[in-house]
């Protein structure tokens, strides 16, 4: 029956497991995160998070010595630990580039499966296709004894970089994918913590109970929603470039309407990230499958209006260095131009699919001479592409340049002095990739700035 405190492990410590891992253990659960690579392990056990998210450093620091959280790369270990274990294994693009590699499940699965002794529930919080849960449960059918009733469940996860810890202290819903009535309340009280957090603090949290395919589609339906919405206001963007309009007082207009709100509706360079890119791409693929795909095809369109913002971004740099257009693209060469901003979003290093880092890429290639700063990016950056320079300021790299580019809004960026700027730049020319800046501070600097839909 679901104890009150049923013990817990996360399997996989990326971004997701060790968030889950190290805020599960403050909420007082008693917790193993599990990982196969040993660096990684042997980091989190030093008190050190291999990534950066806010707060996440001192509350691993504060469980390790509560005694309440520790790491392993030994299944046997991980397996007598848990009452209830989630699977947070990465789960990539596979090789071409459309469907989800399941591999780190299939092996986080079977190599848990067999070391269990008693009965326990597996549950899954990776990304997956809609099917996967069956699939793990005829996984552990053939790893783990049978005698031992493991139950398989699912529960996605809704976080986002960045205000990770306080998404999973206080999510705005749980969800659970279950097929009785045992692992039901195992779930409930695995949760409990997050549900009596919520009662001190006089809110509720809502947990919507429901079969295994609902909860795998309720993850990529939220992302393929949130992708939607970001495309949506893009392609508005694309609209006011030719109509003469501003995007962004269009985006507030609509967004009081609260069926439409606010969030979500910020033109710019488009999305980026380790999800929404690469889970739209596997949604379509599964649907596809499934015989579906026609359901799915506006979000190849999604997919194409986002790519189009970052070659929008190098159009307007070669008009504003009074550059042509040839055959294979505007030749910049013999221009400097500074890149501010590299991770897909602020307050996080993380460059994966970061548009910051693709146009930086196309302007490079198109011959300019790219200098690139971001607060907390650059180690990642240089890592995913070698071919610009790095610099360790915005000043070093605005020194001297012909064009700056904005394209993540970190709010050094955001607070960034335009007149201080303007006397180190050679040309004073802005692209505002996020829409970020106070262009009218801007223009009164003597910058000649351009935003994304905006006239
Ligand atoms: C996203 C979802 O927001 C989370 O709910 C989800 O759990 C997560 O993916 C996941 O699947 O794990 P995340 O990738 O951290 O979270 O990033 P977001 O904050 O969603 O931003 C995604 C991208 O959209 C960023 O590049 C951001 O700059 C861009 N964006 C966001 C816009 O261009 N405009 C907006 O108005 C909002």
Redesign the pocket.
Known sequence: SGSPRPRLTFLGTG??GATYAICFAELGYEVVGFDVDEAKIAKLSAGSVPFHEPGLDELLRRNLASGRLRFTTDYAETAEHGDVHFICVGTPQRADGMGADLSYVEAAVSGLSQHITRKALIVGKS?VPVGTAEWIEQLVGKHADPELGIEVAWS?????????VE?VLRPNRIVVGVKTDWANSMLFAAHKGVFDLAATEDREVPMVVTDFATAELV?VA??AF??T??SF??AMAEVCEVAGADVTQLSKAIGYDPRIGN??????????????PK?IRAFQARAQELGAGEALRFLHEVDLINLRRRTKVLQVAADLLGRRFGPAGPDLSGTKIAVLGAT???N?D?VR???ALAVAALLRKAGADVHTYDPQGNENAARALPTVTYEDSMNAAVQDADLVCVL??WAEFRNADPVALGEIAKGKKVIDG?NCLDNTAWVAAGWEYRGMGRP
């Open positions: 971004y997701l990304t996605p996860e809704f976080l986002q970089e960045g205000f990770a998404d993850k939220a992302n949130l992708a919405k970001i206001i893009n969030r979500f509706l910020q033109a710019g360079v488009g999305f980026g990230g380790g999800c929404l889970d897909f979003k602020p996080s993380d699919d970061a548009p993540t809004e996020r």
